[in-house]
T-cell receptor, first 113, second 113 residues
Framework: DTEVTQTPKHLVMGMTNKKSLKCEQHMGHRAMYWYKQKAKKPPELMFVYSYEKLSINESVPSRFSPECPNSSLLNLHLHALQPEDSALYLC????????????FGQGTRLTVV | DAKTTQPNSMESNEEEPVHLPCNHSTISGTDYIHWYRQLPSQGPEYVIHGLTSNVNNRMASLAIAEDRKSSTLILHRATLRDAAVYYCILRDLISGGYQKVTFGTGTKLQVIP
């Protein structure tokens, strides 16, 4: 199983809502990532978890709150988002170390209204 | 982070070979060179990676310059399904065992029937 599964595929939320994005992998990877991708732009790294601990936060606003409850799951909790946060949110996982590839999910298309 | 530079776009005729260049003049000795591609409306997909020697797999070949300051992804026979944005990425191994996967602007490959 070489899949990274993201749910939901699409999400529309209001600026006062609280929602969560979910990412799951069963490849035994101990590094997991959240990326944000705006239209026609490359993915931008948001967070990196390594061995279930937050390793990197790329100065992401606190309205985005990541969580890694176990080695297979990664969540991104959303609260009080702005319309400019509308984007494709991608999850990825990899073995720790640069020698191996990262696997990406298909993303969650988020629209903030 | 070491940066990569790629042409914004390239065109290829179907069933012709394609050479996608990438410059990474500030690469460090332990950076692995990874290539990913992103098809429309999908998450990025791993293509190939290498450290110093040229690499081949079923999807493509990777040619790495002797000084490692540039590399070329080679698609031996482009098909319409190869139309995508191709990203050249340096895997930056940070102390502690975790790492970033940071995307550059990528090359949009158009395949002409």
């Amino acid at each position: 199983d070489t899949e990274v599964t993201q749910t939901p595929k699409h999400l529309v939320m209001g600026m006062t809502n609280k929602k969560s994005l979910k990412c799951e992998q069963h490849m035994g990877h101990r590094a997991m990532y959240w990326y944000k991708q705006k239209a026609k732009k490359p993915p931008e790294l948001m967070f990196v978890y390594s061995y279930e601990k937050l390793s990197i936060n790329e100065s992401v606003p606190s309205r985005f709150s990541p969580e890694c409850p176990n080695s297979s799951l990664l969540n991104l909790h959303l609260h009080a988002l702005q319309p400019e946060d509308s984007a494709l949110y991608l999850c990825a996982s990899s073995q720790v170390g640069g020698r191996t590839e990262a696997f990406f999910g298909q993303g969650t298309r988020l629209t903030v209204v | 982070d070491a940066k990569t530079t790629q042409p914004n776009s390239m065109e290829s005729n179907e069933e012709e070979p394609v050479h996608l260049p990438c410059n990474h003049s500030t690469i460090s000795g332990t950076d692995y060179i990874h290539w990913y591609r992103q098809l429309p409306s999908q998450g990025p997909e791993y293509v190939i990676h290498g450290l110093t020697s040229n690499v081949n797999n079923r999807m493509a070949s990777l040619a790495i310059a002797e000084d490692r300051k540039s590399s070329t992804l080679i698609l031996h026979r482009a098909t319409l399904r190869d139309a995508a944005v191709y990203y050249c990425i340096l895997r930056d191994l940070i102390s502690g065992g975790y790492q970033k996967v940071t995307f550059g602007t990528g090359t949009k490959l158009q395949v002409i029937p």
